[in-house]
């Protein structure tokens, strides 16, 4: 890793550049101001999922969700508590695949909850089905 990573924001999608030593100090957006990694999972959409994907330099964790699935709400609080945990090693993101069918499609999501596991742009790791919070991380964990 070099010196410095990009991040983008999950607030404004700016992309910020961070010095690696200093991303455990609660880095803020050099645009909107507003932190870069809160603790919970980033919401993206059609509009916003391209820029996540290909800027951030560190792993992205995706939950493919929709409000109607009942698995999908039982594992929210999961995903939740895996973002405070894996943060800021990996930004975790939620994205409504009845809003943004066109991601959803792109990447053959066809039964939710689906998360996958990007790495410099690149799906490395798929899972279906809900996961407790200590086996999300454990499985984010094998696959770094």
């Not at 964790?61 to 995903?79: E, I, S, T, Y």
């Not at 975790?92 to 499609?105: G, P």
């Amino acid at each position: 890793m070099s010196d410095a990573i990009h991040i983008v924001c999950p607030h404004c999608n700016a992309v910020n550049r961070i010095p690696t030593a200093r991303l455990g100090e609660g880095p803020k957006c050099g645009k909107c101001k507003k932190p870069l990694f809160t603790g919970h999972p980033a919401e993206l959409d059609d509009r916003n999922f391209q820029q996540h994907l290909n800027r951030n330099d560190i792993p992205m964790l995706v939950d493919f969700w929709a409000p109607w699935c009942g698995p999908c709400r039982m594992m929210a609080p999961a995903f939740e508590q895996a973002a405070a945990r894996l943060e800021p090693r990996v930004r975790l993101a939620k994205l409504n695949t009845e809003e943004a069918q066109a991601t959803a499609a792109q990447f053959g999501i066809r039964s939710i909850p689906t998360m996958i596991l990007f790495r410099g742009g690149r799906e490395i790791a798929r899972q279906a089905g809900a996961m407790g919070a200590e086996d999300i991380i454990r499985w984010v964990q094998a696959h770094l």
